[in-house]
């Protein structure tokens, strides 16, 4: 049976780490960390994570600047408010949730962004480093670099291993490869339009699946002790929840924990990590200004 990664308890701990650094710099400088989180728009699942991430600046101690448009909000709106946010001395992390309506064209609004203050690690100029050997971002991308803090937490060594990542989007699957490649990994995407990804998946020392299908990964995909780290967060019906639904990863957990060497939960896993890898990116910025 695979160790379960409790992605909530390594969470924990790394939120009481930066709660203490927080504590720190308030007493050193009277300075607090500060997070502008930008929301366009109603989309019920960005405001729950949206939600999330201010609950959490607020328990660490991390000032929360929330701006909140309307659906409406045109482009030029919205880099308006981000140039304020850019020129605002206690504002160290922009974050803009996406997806962005449809009438806003994103990469627009992300490039610009202050790259001093890009904790989501989106900007173009971040990603175009994270991608070339020898570069180093200002910042990671926080479900990637989650990601890569439950594998060592957990002992699993990247060097030399075969790693495959399902899924190519611009918020997982290519920064989560970039970075394994950057940590020495020999590293396969597999994709919507791969031929018979579980003949590459069998190959795997590590596996980061992030396709958004609940349950594809199978038992007899896994190649027996791999590291099997699922961002999955499907939702699916279940009549016997008051809510009438459960959150589901991209990995049956069910088989894959009968092969696997690890693996992470859904919930429980990856999701706490993200927020906390924001939390993390938000103080180092913050720590690069202040002291
Ligand atoms: N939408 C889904 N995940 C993310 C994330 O990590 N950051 C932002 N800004 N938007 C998201």
Redesign the pocket.
């Known amino acids: 049976m695979a160790t379960v990664i409790d992605g909530k308890a390594v969470a924990q701990t790394i939120r009481s780490e930066i709660a203490d650094e927080v504590r720190l710099l308030s007493q050193k400088y009277g300075k607090v960390p500060g997070l502008a989180v930008v929301i366009v728009g109603n989309r019920k699942d960005?405001q729950s994570?949206v939600g999330m991430k201010r609950k959490a600046c607020a328990e660490l101690g991390i000032k929360s600047f929330d701006i909140d448009l309307p659906e409406e909000a045109s482009e030029a709106e919205i880099i308006k408010n981000v140039h304020e946010l850019n020129a605002n001395p206690d504002v160290h992390g922009i974050?803009?949730?996406?997806?962005l309506p449809k009438h806003v064209n994103e990469e627009n609004v992300l490039t610009e962004i202050s790259l001093t203050k890009d904790v989501?690690g989106?900007h173009p100029l971040n990603i175009g480093k994270l991608a070339m050997k020898g570069r180093d971002p200002l910042f990671l991308p926080?479900?990637p670099k989650g990601c890569l803090e439950l594998l060592s937490r957990s002992g699993v060594s990247i060097k030399g291993k075969n790693a495959v990542v399902v899924g190519r989007s611009n918020?997982v699957g290519l920064p989560a490869s970039l970075l394994l490649l950057k940590a020495d990994a020999t590293v396969t995407i597999v994709h919507s339009h791969t031929s018979q990804p579980e003949n590459i998946i069998r190959e795997a020392d590590i596996v980061i699946a992030a396709a958004g299908q609940a349950k594809m990964i199978k038992g007899s995909w896994i190649k027996p002790g791999a590291a099997v780290i699922d961002v999955g967060t499907n939702s699916v019906d279940d009549p016997t929840r008051k809510s009438g639904y459960r959150l589901v990863g991209d990995v049956d957990f069910e088989e894959v924990s009968k092969v696997a060497g690890w693996i992470t939960p859904v919930p429980g896993g990856v999701g706490p990590m993200?927020v906390t890898m924001l939390l993390k990116n938000t103080l180092e910025g913050a720590k690069r200004t202040i002291e």
């Not at 974050?95 to 997806?99: E, G, R, S, T």
Request: hydrophobic share 40%.
């Open positions: 960005s994570y974050l803009v949730q996406l997806p989501d989106f926080c479900t918020i993200t």
